[in-house]
């Protein structure tokens, strides 16, 4: 069975820190692993790590996998309090159907 | 313009009540997915239709019955509604592609209130 782990589960940080929010994962046959960002509704899509593509980088966000240790960090440089969301990471396999497996989340909140 | 819109946004009601919720999307997409989020937050898949053939189909109860009537619209009715229904139904899509993958795309949700 598909698993996603992340960490921390909550992180409190003033605006201008920078985060880095950890995702590990166990999938049979790795197809791709994704980034969301949920405020009070949708996950909006941040990133897809593949493996043909290990390192995404919007703005002030970035992402990276690394496939060997079964891993993904997204990195969030001079936070705003925008930023303040949970932030879902999820993986597909390929046997899967493309469902995708969610972890917790993590729980950022950005302090003026 | 919404790209996956969910209707309604809430919905509160009694055990025991049928209810539906609907989502459209207007992306083009031929795959269509629902989620479930419960009080922890843990979003898990319940149903998955391609190209309105139903390809994903978890442990969830018989009263959860899916149905898609064309490629754009993904509809989920829930008979004989329980307490432990209670949770924000999250309705998704993306475009199926072998390579490279496509992220899927989610609607606002539908908050259900089991009173």
């Known amino acids: 069975e598909d698993k996603v782990v992340q960490s921390p589960l909550s992180l409190v940080v003033h605006e201008g820190d920078t985060v880095t929010l950890n995702c590990s994962y166990e999938v049979t046959n790795f197809r791709s692993l994704l980034w969301y960002k949920q405020e009070k509704k949708a996950p909006t899509f941040l990133f897809m790590l593949t493996s043909s593509g290990i390192e995404k980088k919007s703005g002030r966000l970035s992402s990276i996998l690394d496939k060997k240790e079964l891993f993904s960090i997204l990195n969030i440089t001079a936070t705003q309090t925008g930023d303040s969301a949970v932030y879902l990471c999820a993986v597909e396999g390929e046997t899967s159907g493309s469902r995708l497996t969610f972890g917790e989340g993590t729980q950022l909140t950005v302090n003026p | 313009d919404t790209a996956v819109s969910q209707t309604p946004k809430y919905l509160v009601t009694q055990m025991g009540n049928d209810k539906s919720i609907k989502c459209e999307q207007n992306l083009g997409h031929d795959t269509m997915y629902w989620y479930k989020q419960d009080s922890k937050k843990f979003l898990k898949i319940m149903f998955s239709y391609n190209n309105k053939e139903l390809i994903i189909n978890e442990t969830v109860p018989n009263r959860f019955s899916p149905k898609s009537p064309d490629k754009a619209h993904l509809n989920l009715h829930i008979n004989s509604l329980e307490l432990g229904d209670s949770a924000v139904y999250f309705c998704?899509?993306?475009?199926?592609?072998?390579?490279?993958?496509?992220?899927?795309?989610f609607g606002d949700g539908t908050r259900l209130s089991i009173l």
């Open positions: 998704a899509s993306s475009q199926y592609s072998r390579d490279p993958p496509q992220p899927q795309h």
